[in-house]
């Protein structure tokens, strides 16, 4: 088997998540820099154009931080700007498990299931690849309980940050990513592999970000030890188009292995 190749040389300039009735939709990528501008009130006012006190106030009120936010009960999902790092770990971590060998290890290292105990998720996992225009394949629309692992991005626990998505919704109600914008900082994610290895990640960052200016290289980019992304649609649900505006976006670090 060929060495696999890293996320962001899988993830190339065309890969989209793709978009359907309500699951993960489709995410811009490369570009990053292209993103809308924001008055941050910094330009020369005339005269007759001075700020009132409200204004001044409010002046960086559309700026966005420069970290992803902890989400919590009640608070409200923003995206980070775009050049904004992966969140910090919110829990010790610990080293990556090494990478299968042989070509019969390799098959069998495979993530099997994921569990979220805060937004009872049970789920297996199956695998998603992209497309030839470069969308990022999603769980069948029948199958709403089922989640999709990017092949093509590190095994779960492996160095890196392995990417799962789900629906948020289909026809028939909720999918098993429903809850997914509920998740905050410090809550606990179990995904299982067929191996027989358990890996448990912390929950570092949560953000909501437009699928027109996706963080490309925040979700898919090298990192120094083992990663976890969940993804799933959020805002407002286009009938038109069959898709949601933004993606719900969950990053979270290893700090549990065993098997």
Known sequence: MAEQKTPMQRATPGLLIAGSLAGVGAIMVGLLSVAPKVDDGSGTLAAADQPTTVQIENAGAFVLPATVGPGGKGATLTPARPDAPAPLAAAPTVPPIPKAKTKAAKAKARPSRIKIPKIKVNA????????????????PLTRPNQTGWYRFSPVPGELGPAVINGHVSTRKGP??????RELAKGDQIYVYRSDGKVTRFTVSGIEQVSKSSFPTSRVYGNTKDSQLRLITCGGVFNKEAHSYTDNIVVYATLSKKKG
């Not at 297996?124 to 769980?139: C, E, F, R, S």
């Not at 999918?175 to 997914?180: G, K, M, S």
């Open 175 to 180: 999918a098993v990513f429903d809850r997914l």
């Open 124 to 139: 297996p996992i199956g695998a998603v690849t992209v497309d030839i225009k470069g969308n990022l394949g999603t769980p």
